[in-house]
């Protein structure tokens, strides 16, 4: 069992190049990128999406049955057993989704709901010296790592989403790969006193999405994208296909009905917006932490920051925010920032059964401050 990040690393190196090694000419320049670096050359592993669009890679279709599962055990490697678990039920739940609409959504493929595009780049050559990393995603996942001298130094941005994020199971049950991600935070913010609730719900409207968006870099100000700009191409070459994702994307923003102010008031800020866990009872900061974890422990126990969420200074600085109704089953969002902290969530797509979820660090993704060390290092 790992239980370093260096373990991390070496069982990551490993697993990726044992897949490596299993491609032929023709999966190689699909399933490669440049080695990280610090700056603009850089960009496309520091692309990442959540849509169902062509996240950069070698997808599980070109791929060979003992291929595929060589993808899946370096997906392993970065995650905690929930962690995997979820994905793995996420990618699942593509043919739950095409069920959903009926087995008619195409977008720009032949298939627009399909288990099976879900894309895997590796970029550097993983090793135990200099950086490499690697980015799996498709709808509803993106997972991003890197690692630098034998070391895994980031996992940010996580992404795990559901659609529908609550679907029937036999006997009664019911299928939430997310539900702890929601009705934590529900809770919490629901135990709010009144004046505390007036500071912490930002509107009582939902926005469509979650605020940052699948952007690079977070900066001040920003807002919403619509669906249809979340895509690898600027458009579809089927303009009839192109239509629909643009109805579509508008129909979304137009059930949220914001304003320019309403998006003012929820978009991005370098300063915390919301209360603070320094204002949080005993039983509330707990929930806090519970709620917390269902970020960090997606990860392995080792690369998790849960344990420096037990340092009282460090959860005072955490802020929580909402958006939307706290009735269960109603559109809402919410956001956990502090130091070195972005999380966002929102569910309130499809009648509030579409969920998204992403922690992000503003100041390091991708392993921005790492690699900027690393270099000034090797430049001497």
């Known amino acids: 069992m790992t239980t370093t ?3 991390i690393a070496a069982a990551m190196a490993d697993a990726a190049t044992a897949w490596l090694d299993s491609l032929d000419d023709t999966q190689r320049p699909d399933a490669t990128g440049a080695v990280p670096e610090d700056g603009e050359a850089d960009g496309e592993r520091r692309r990442w999406f959540y849509t169902p669009t062509d996240h950069g890679g070698l997808d599980l279709h070109r791929q060979s049955p003992t291929q595929q599962r060589a993808v899946m055990r370096l997906v392993g490697t ?3 057993q929930a962690g995997y678990v979820t994905v793995a039920t996420t990618m699942g739940l593509e043919n739950v989704l095409d069920h959903v609409e009926g087995f008619v959504t195409r977008f720009d493929r032949e298939r627009g709901r399909d288990p099976g595009l879900y894309y895997l780049r590796v970029f550097g050559d993983p090793g135990p010296s200099g950086a490499w990393g690697w980015r799996f995603g498709g709808h509803h996942v993106s997972l991003n790592n890197l690692v630098v001298d034998g070391e895994l130094v980031s996992t940010t941005p996580c992404f795990m989403g559901a659609d529908p994020a609550s679907s029937p199971l036999l006997g009664g049950g019911v299928n939430r790969p997310l539900a702890r991600v929601e009705d934590l935070a ?3 913010v629901a135990s709010l006193t009144a004046e505390q609730q007036e500071r912490a719900i930002l509107l009582a409207k939902a926005p469509s999405d979650f605020v940052t968006a699948n952007r690079s870099v977070v900066s001040e100000g920003d807002r919403v994208i619509p669906l249809a700009g979340i895509w690898r191409d600027e458009r ?8 629909k994702l643009q ?8 059930a949220a009905d914001y304003t320019d102010e309403d998006h003012e008031l929820v978009a991005y800020s370098h300063e915390p917006r919301g209360v603070a866990g320094r204002e949080l009872d005993p039983p509330q900061r707990h929930l806090l932490r519970r709620l917390l974890s269902t970020y960090f422990d997606r990860v392995p126990e080792a690369v998790s920051p849960m344990s420096t969420y037990d340092d009282d200074a460090r959860l005072d600085a955490v802020h929580v925010a909402w958006a939307g109704s706290l ?3 109603a559109p809402h969002y919410y956001r956990l920032q502090g130091p070195g902290l972005l999380i966002e969530w929102d569910n309130t797509q499809r009648g509030a059964n579409h969920a998204h979820s992403v922690w992000r660090d503003p100041d390091a993704d991708f392993g921005a401050d790492v690699l900027a060390e ?5 430049q001497h």
């Open 236 to 243: 579809f070459p089927d303009d009839v296909e192109q239509e």
């Open 327 to 329: 009735e269960a089953g």
């Open 186 to 188: 529900r809770e919490l």
């Open 374 to 378: 690393h270099h000034a290092r090797h």
């Open 5 to 7: 990040r260096a373990e």
């Open 78 to 80: 970065g995650l905690s």
């Open 247 to 254: 109805k579509l994307s508008d129909a979304i923003d137009t």
